[in-house]
């Protein structure tokens, strides 16, 4: 362990923990998807077919969507602001996608709950990081 320190293993380990989470999130709703391709005998590649399906698979196309914007503000508001936060953010992040997950496999119109908790875990981010950014250069 010590020899992880002295290479800097430990520099993030808040938004590291936040990214595995929101990979292993990512690989849960890719199984879900699977499972309901197979109960509802959704053939690959059609990406149609049961309404139960298709917003398993809009809820995991959209969470690799939003992790795509969500991750380099994470990471650069760990670096510029706050490690602590950067994972305090992710973990609000993850929590908005459980939110939207659920609210979509109910009802596709009950996800923007779970859509507004993560946009708020990404806005904070965004612009604290593009301040601290900006001051850095100037």
């Known amino acids: 362990m010590d020899a992880l320190k002295d290479i800097g293993a430990y520099a ?4 590291a ?3 595995l989470v929101m ?3 990512i690989s ?9 391709r197979e109960k509802h005998g959704i053939k690959a590649p059609a ?7 298709e917003s398993a698979n ?5 969470t690799i969507e939003q992790a795509v914007i969500f991750l380099p503000v994470m990471w650069i508001f760990a670096a510029t602001v706050s490690d602590l936060y950067a994972g305090a953010a992710g973990a609000l992040w993850i929590v908005g996608r459980l939110v939207y997950s659920r609210g979509y496999m109910e009802e596709p119109a009950k996800r923007h709950n779970g859509f507004m908790i993560g946009f708020v875990a990404f806005i904070i981010p965004f612009f604290w990081s593009l301040y601290a ?3 850095q250069l100037v």
Do not use: C, D, Q
Request: hydrophobic share 55%; net charge positive; glycine share 6%.
């Open 23 to 25: 990979i292993l999130l």
């Open 17 to 19: 923990l936040a990214t």
């Open 12 to 15: 993030y380990p808040y938004a």
């Open 28 to 36: 849960i709703f890719s199984i879900t998807v699977g499972k309901m």
């Open 47 to 53: 990406s149609i077919g049961h309404i139960e399906f």
């Open 58 to 62: 809009r809820v995991h196309l959209n």
């Open 133 to 135: 950014v900006v001051m």
